[in-house]
């Protein structure tokens, strides 16, 4: 069965910085795209950040551009999420999840088109 583990999560103070962790297992992900979502209590969740697999390009969304940054690791079968500049508006609970890539993928931040989720990690930004 496909799996997803995030980790890296944790408390900092505001500007502080994160890198969080999304290893696949049992499944090759070099041929899905893997994105971030986030939720925090009571709100929606929302895309942060993805990338494609055939090409390596990345998305994000606008509140978080200039700050954070995805990278994968295909050798590894990791993504990172390089988190710079947090604010308290940043936390949440962060998950990753992956969708098997079609010619067609351009970035997606619509949870409902990702197949494999992981369980979370926890961000906690408070001075």
């Known amino acids: 069965q496909v799996q997803l583990v995030e980790s890296g999560g944790g408390s900092v103070h505001p500007g502080g910085s994160l890198r969080l962790s999304c290893a696949a297992s049992?499944?090759?992900?070099?041929?899905?795209?893997i994105a971030w979502f986030r939720q925090a209590p009571g709100k929606e969740r929302e895309g942060v950040s993805c990338?494609?697999?055939?090409?390596?390009?990345?998305y994000y969304a606008d509140s978080v551009k200039g700050r954070f940054t995805i990278s994968r690791d295909n050798a590894k079968n990791t993504v990172y999420l390089q988190m710079n500049s947090l604010k308290p508006e940043d936390t949440a609970v962060y998950y990753c999840a992956a969708t098997f890539e079609t010619p067609y993928y351009s970035g997606s931040f619509f949870p409902y088109e990702y197949n494999y989720w992981g369980q979370g990690t926890q961000v906690t930004v408070s001075s």
């Open positions: 049992r499944f090759n992900s070099d041929h899905y795209a």
């Open positions: 990338i494609s697999s055939s090409d390596g390009s990345t």
